[in-house]
């Protein structure tokens, strides 16, 4: 393959790995640097300069990375406060800007009744490897019906905002119609500002249904089954979004920097781009930029933009793929293919 360059780091269940890939040729290969990681959910940087990886156990613990060693105490532990097993758990870790000097960060996980909740943790004292678990401020709760399709990813965007992606309250063909009901936040991109007012957050003038009250203003996107994992391109702002299907597809949407918001992705009217129910009404809905069958995998895993493709895999067939976008469209390739086992649970940068 000639040289190689780290791209990112993704983990499946037993051990975290390195992605390696060409700089001229998607094809990768795999390089392990940690064992005894399991059922990781998130991998995350600070950006702070310190180089260390965050890894997120479903469990209700964080672990450090650092300088290639996993160190023996957790940066947070809240395994008391956390519901765990099936799609629940500690789910996700966001980082916002300034972190090194604002020393405190947000984590997504569903509480003992399983409630979404999104909190604010900070570091106890001067230590940059611990955060003070006793001391959590709720930003956000939100009520699920169902303990699956929690969602879970949280990011801040290039705009400074702290999106949090929702699935739509679980079960199955979300019978609670969350997705579509512009009143839930469930089945929804969020987008909210956490950082003007550290005693409640707010919500962005320009979010698209600010002045429209039949939306919830918190919403940024909707019509998301369980999107699990999405990222920002750092290139260029635009954000992409992994959404496990129910039976038949999963799919990738691609929100470009310069939108304003407002998409309506389709579901449960569609899965990917099909109508769930025999001609259905189309108008307005944002369809996918990619959709792969049963065949290909069971459960997309999100990952992130490297030199101009977009990585991500499959948590059930364990295939990697990269999305290029071409003058005619979007071109897709099958990069890895480490069968079943592998399990990718998230990708990490």
Known sequence: MGDTTRLRFWQWLPSLAILLASPAYPQIRLERVATSIRNCTDIQSARDGSGRLFLVRQEGTIAILRDGQLLERPFLDIRSKVSTGGE??????????????????????????????????????????????????????????????????????????LYIGLGDGGSANDPDGNAQNRRSLLGKMLRIDTESNLGRYEIPIDNPFVNDAS????????????????????????????????????????????????????????????????GCNQTGLTLPVLVYPRSQGESITGGYMYRGAYYYGDFVSGKIWTLRRQASGWGNELVYDGGRALGISTFGL
């Open 88 to 161: 629940r758990g500690l789910l996700g870790i966001a980082f916002p800007p300034g972190y090194r000097e604002k020393r405190w960060f947000y984590v997504n996980y569903t509480d003992r009744s399983g409630a979404t909740v999104i909190a604010r943790y900070q570091l106890v004292g001067s230590d940059p490897d611990l955060a003070d678990a006793a001391n959590e401020r709720a930003v956000l709760t939100v009520p699920q019906p169902f303990p699956n399709h929690n969602g879970g990813q949280l990011q801040f965007g290039p705009d400074g905002m």
């Open 215 to 278: 939306y919830r203003p918190e919403i940024w996107a909707l019509g998301l089954r369980n999107p699990w994992r999405y990222s920002f391109d750092s290139a260029n702002g635009d954000l992409y979004i992994a959404d496990v299907g129910q039976n038949r597809l999963e799919e990738i949407n691609v929100q470009p920097r310069s939108s304003k918001g407002g998409e309506n992705y389709g579901w449960d009217t569609m899965e990917g781009n099909t109508c769930v129910t025999a």
